[in-house]
């Protein structure tokens, strides 16, 4: 009888170190398997935009203001751009327009429309200080976009009207007037006529 229990005993050390040896190659494997699947989960750049990757894309912006409301329709990015209260000036927000501009429509190739407005927050709310509209199709993002860096949207009326640019009443009272100058080049003046045709 004791006999038996050793047998036993031996046969049930024999299953199991077999059961242990078919059991640990494939527990090496799920290990490689799961070390590959890691890498496969590093951040990436990527050329789409959806609801999943949103906040990846968005975050990898280094951007002086932040992002508040984010929303991705179709082939329509809207975001807002949150000013700090008394801190904002308005170089350094369309400098954040301008590298959002660009990864819309350089480093991703399915947006069409990027609606972008600039919000004040504070203890009181949110007030609306400006809004823009720019479009894959607007011709100037090919040659332009990097001159937005060093350009002034807010006085200058060619940009102003690239950008769809408009402000409200409460960014004239943060920032001043809007009231704008053109780089397009002044009509050629008129000819003046001969000394003897003009009136003394």
């Given at each position: ?24 190659p ?14 496969v989960?590093?951040?990436?750049q ?9 906040v990846?894309?968005?975050s990898?912006?280094?951007l ?26 308005p170089?350094?927000l369309?400098?954040d ?31 609306l ?20 860096a ?13 950008l769809?640019?408009?402000?409200t009443?409460?960014w004239e009272s943060r ?26």
């Amino acid at each position: 009888m004791h006999r038996n229990y050793s047998w036993l005993a031996a046969g049930l050390a024999t299953l199991a170190i077999t059961a242990a040896m078919t059991w640990l190659p494939g527990l090496a494997d799920d290990g490689a398997r799961g070390k590959r699947d890691m890498v496969v989960m590093r951040p990436s750049q990527t050329s789409r935009l959806t609801n999943v990757n949103i906040v990846d894309v968005l975050s990898r912006l280094d951007l002086r203001e932040k992002l508040g409301h984010a929303e991705w329709n179709g082939t329509v990015l809207s975001l807002e751009l949150v000013v700090s209260p008394g801190k904002s000036r308005p170089l350094a927000l369309f400098s954040d327009v301008e590298k959002l501009i660009g990864l819309s429509f350089r480093e991703l190739d399915n947006v069409d429309r990027l609606l972008i407005r600039i919000a004040e927050r504070d203890s009181e709310g949110r007030t609306l200080l400006a809004a823009l509209d720019v479009r894959r199709s607007d011709a100037w993002l090919s040659d332009d976009l990097p001159s937005l860096a060093s350009a002034d949207p807010v006085h200058d009326e060619d940009w102003r009207q690239r950008l769809r640019l408009s402000f409200t009443r409460a960014w004239e009272s943060r920032f001043g007037s809007v009231a704008g100058f053109s780089t397009k080049a002044l009509p050629a003046p008129a000819i003046v006529a001969d000394d003897a045709d003009v009136a003394n």
